[in-house]
């Protein structure tokens, strides 16, 4: 099992910046590709960034230019800085893990991030 706790989130200003961590725990060691998605009220989860165990970053168009996202393998953590937030930004951000030994997908429980106009 992997255990993946979020941290970081918090209300900010629109334009303004923050940066949420992940720190993952457990059974680490076949750990490859890591993200993260957020999720709005009524709406469906959705991808924010996720890279690779080499460092390989990928970003859906809504945050390109935005969010960078970063990992630390030495400390099994992911971080996502996030800059020139929008009100539009506003849900609750996820963690995600893969593993590449048993195909098990693992979620954080979230850190809800509010920006406001």
């Known amino acids: 099992q992997v255990q993946l706790v979020e941290s970081g989130g918090g209300l900010v200003q629109a334009g303004g910046s923050l940066r949420l961590s992940c720190a993952a725990s457990?059974?680490?060691?076949?750990?490859?590709?890591m993200g993260w998605y957020r999720q709005a009220p009524g709406k469906q989860r959705e991808l924010v960034a996720t890279?690779?165990?080499?460092?390989?970053?990928n970003y859906p168009d809504s945050v390109k230019g935005r969010f960078t996202i970063s990992r630390d393998n030495a400390q099994h953590t992911v971080y996502l800085q996030m800059n020139s937030l929008k009100p539009e930004d506003t849900s609750v951000y996820y963690c995600n893990a893969g593993d590449s030994s048993t195909h098990m997908n693992y979620w954080g429980k979230g850190t809800l991030v509010t920006v406001s106009s």
């Open positions: 457990g059974s680490i060691r076949s750990i490859d590709a």
């Open positions: 890279i690779t165990r080499t460092g390989n970053p």
